[in-house]
């Protein structure tokens, strides 16, 4: 009985809720008497606050809408299997992250130069949030600022790997 898209707005906050469930739980284990149940709802609501917080990043990181093609996350690698493109970056070979002139688009361009081009929008997507914050030194807030930010400018990365110093 419920409309699809609000069951995909739903789906898409699910950790941002079940975050603020778990802080509602807590808020209520802290007021019962006693030392041992008010300790336990204190880490409970923390727990709460922290999936929520991670919740609600997910939900600004994801794209509205379907794209083509689908996205897999599988042991360090990135795969974009598209009905155009596709290829497979590992996440130590990632050189560069930015968006397309258009945002629409994750252009990751590994070490070699090549570029996998990835709709932001295409199936399995939300699997890109976890890759890209292991990637050493990205600041999600600032990605997060890019991505809801407009105009984008291709050129401009969001992340990039530090250069390392040869040693001669």
């Given amino acids: 009985m419920i409309r699809p898209e609000a069951l995909h707005r739903l789906r898409e906050a699910r950790d941002a809720l079940i975050g603020l469930a778990l802080i509602g739980v807590g808020l209520w284990l802290i007021l019962r008497p006693g030392v041992i149940l008010p300790g336990l709802g204190a880490f409970v609501a923390l727990a709460g606050l922290a999936l929520g917080v991670v919740g609600l990043r997910r939900a600004r990181f994801l794209a509205r809408g379907e794209g083509p093609g689908v996205v897999q996350v599988v042991e360090g690698q990135i795969g974009y299997f598209g009905p155009r493109t596709g290829g497979v970056v590992a996440?130590?070979?990632i050189a560069r992250l930015s968006l397309s002139a258009d945002g629409r688009d994750w252009l990751i361009r590994a070490g070699d130069g090549r570029v996998l081009t990835i709709p932001r929008a295409a199936r399995g997507a939300e699997a890109l949030f976890d890759?890209?914050?292991?990637?050493?030194g990205l600041d999600i807030a600032q990605l997060l600022r890019r991505i809801e930010g407009a105009p984008y400018q291709a050129d401009q990365p969001i992340w990039q790997r530090p250069s390392r110093a040869l040693l001669t």
Avoid: K, P, V
């Fill in 131 to 136: 890759a890209f914050a292991s990637l050493d």
């Fill in 91 to 93: 996440l130590d070979e």
